[in-house]
């Protein structure tokens, strides 16, 4: 039998056993199901629309690194474990939480300057992944560097960056960018407030101090308000906050510290990071240390 047509195609009959030999093979899967309302609202994509509707995820829940449990019991561990990004610059992988995000701005503090945008420290973070975010070194000696070299002026050319040419603001040039020179103070407040807003988080939670939040746990910072020379130190293979040095530019929230602890003659607290207000108050506390260079 042939099976080509005089054109030289493929005949009608024989393409018609194909696809009724196709047809009868996957019957049952292709016959139509009729479904009632009862149906509808029990299936689970009715009843949990959330769990379907959303993309899939990349990385199981149990695989991720917050999961390992060891790293709740650190109060450093949620800084060092958080997403990696690369410095603007010395482009070196560091840790999210010890980095400073610097954000793309329109300029409009100052009219009558030529520069039409600013290089500003980001609070938000990223609102959609087109943003141009430059991360910094979470370090004030950086930003002091910065502000020295640039001059003390309120605003200066940002003497090399580098963004995609046309994202949200259609910016090409990178002349047009400045540098505000109170960046470093303005950083400097920004990370304070967080380290603030922690303790006043830990407060509400836990109104009076105590000592069983902190004794007896292999993971307790030891908090001393006594005189130090560096910000931290080792007692009985316990890591030690010296809040003197840490906290010497602001005796207002140092003075808070000790009314909420009520330190003893040691005039130190042990606390555990094993809470969830205690163990972000000590990560703030670490990273606040970083940024002064204390690390």
């Not at 407030?193 to 988080?201: C, H, V």
């Not at 005039?267 to 506390?285: E, G, K, R």
């Amino acid at each position: 039998m042939s099976l080509q047509s005089p054109s030289g195609g493929m005949s009608s009959k024989f393409s018609r056993r194909i696809v009724e030999s196709v047809l009868s093979r996957h019957s049952n899967r292709y016959k139509p199901v009729t479904l009632s309302a009862k149906d509808v609202n029990q299936s689970p994509v009715f009843q949990r629309p959330a769990k379907w509707i959303s993309k899939p995820s990349l990385i199981s829940r149990r695989s991720r690194i917050e999961s390992y449990k060891p790293l709740e019991q650190c109060p450093f561990a949620s800084s060092l474990a958080s997403p990696p990004r690369m410095t603007y610059m010395s482009r070196i992988i560091i840790p999210r939480d010890l980095l400073v995000r610097m954000q793309l701005t329109k300029n409009n503090i100052t009219e009558d300057s030529p520069l039409a945008y600013l290089l500003t420290p980001s609070i938000e973070g990223k609102k959609k992944p087109t943003d141009p975010i430059l991360y910094y070194p979470k370090d004030l000696q950086t930003f002091r560097n910065i502000t020295t070299k640039h001059g003390d002026k309120g605003v200066t050319k940002v003497s090399k960056v580098y963004f995609l040419a046309g994202v949200d603001f259609g910016v090409s040039d990178k002349e047009q960018t400045g540098w505000l020179a109170k960046t470093e103070k303005v950083v400097d407040l920004i990370e304070f407030a967080k380290l603030t807003d922690s303790f006043e988080r830990l407060e509400t939670a836990f109104p009076s101090f105590s000592p069983a939040m902190g004794d007896g746990s292999d993971s307790a910072i030891i908090l001393s308000f006594g005189a130090a020379d560096h910000p931290f130190s080792y007692a009985q293979q316990l890591t030690v906050f010296n809040l003197q040095v840490i906290l010497k530019d602001h005796k207002e929230l140092y003075d808070r510290l000790v009314s909420y602890f009520k330190p003893s003659s040691t005039m130190s607290v042990s606390l555990s990071p094993d809470q969830d207000h205690t163990a972000s108050f000590l990560a703030h506390l670490y990273e606040y240390s970083v940024l002064l260079g204390m690390h």
